[in-house]
């Protein structure tokens, strides 16, 4: 199949970017608001199938040389050790705290460990998501 059709390829670029964006949004505002890792990730894999459909497969590929599998499993440790990492300081599994940071560009922010949980959900469902994505693709 010819990949050729600029017009879509580059609106995808832009709304790609978009989508991301907003995941990212989703992702930190998770903790006080619907959202958080779930669909972040969920959003995130919906912007990379859309680079999927606009361009093929091995251009996606050389522009995000990411293995699925790896980030899925990387994912499934931190989430698997914020909850195991409880038990280090004799609370109970999942429990969580929270602090205030003050960071140069944006401020003071309310860190929670529990963003950590989300980060490990949020790359097993971006993992989990295109693994299947691209084997589908890539089953002819």
Known sequence: ???????LQTVTKFISFLIFLFAVY?????HQEPGGGFIGGLMTSAALVLLLLAF?????????PIDYKI??????????GTGVGSFFFSAPFLSQTFGYFHF???????????????????????????????TIGEDK
């Open 1 to 7: 199949m010819k990949y050729n059709d600029i017009i």
């Open 104 to 134: 140069p560009v944006l401020g003071e922010l309310e860190l929670t460990t529990t963003l950590a949980f989300d980060l490990g959900v949020y790359l097993v469902v971006i993992g989990t998501a295109m693994t299947i994505i691209q």
């Open 71 to 80: 980030m899925t499993a990387v994912g499934l440790v931190f989430a698997v």
């Open 56 to 64: 093929d497969m091995e251009t996606v590929r050389r522009a995000l």
């Open 26 to 30: 989703i992702f930190f505002n998770g």
